[in-house]
Nanobody, 121 residues
Framework: QVQLVESGGGLVQSGGSLRLSCAAS????????MGWYRQAPGKQRELVAV???????NYVDSVQGRFTISRDNAKNTVYLQMNSVKPDDTAVYYC???????????????WGQGTQVTVSS
């Protein structure tokens, strides 16, 4: 199996910056897509940003130009650089990965436990 461990959440003032990290470990053959989702109180979980193993990225419109997703394939780690944060960015951020295990041809999806990001106004 694969474990995703997030770090870097916390309290930040509006306009500030924060960097989230998510390290994957386990019997990983490849992590084809890694990404970040978030869930604010009373709202559904939404996609924030995703990145493929080749480096292609996609962002939700509300964070375009402010957040940057990146990954280190050698470390099986994905990052989310959050700049110019707003109170509306307050949520629990979840790491997500889709990929293959060693010796298995089935695509699996894994989730991290979540890290709280709170933006004060």
């Amino acid at each position: 199996q694969v474990q995703l461990v997030e770090s870097g959440g916390g309290l930040v003032q509006s306009g500030g910056s924060l960097r989230l990290s998510c390290a994957a470990s386990g019997s990983i053959f490849s992590l084809n897509v890694m990404g970040w989702y978030r869930q604010a109180p009373g709202k559904q979980r939404e996609l924030v940003a995703v990145i493929t193993i080749g480096g292609s990225t996609n962002y939700v419109d509300s964070v375009q130009g402010r957040f940057t997703i990146s990954r280190d394939n050698a470390k099986n780690t994905v990052y989310l650089q959050m700049n110019s944060v707003k109170p509306d960015d307050t949520a629990v951020y979840y790491c997500n990965a889709v990929g293959l295990l060693v010796g298995d041809s089935t695509d699996y999806e894994w989730w991290g436990q979540g890290t709280q990001v709170t933006v004060s106004s």
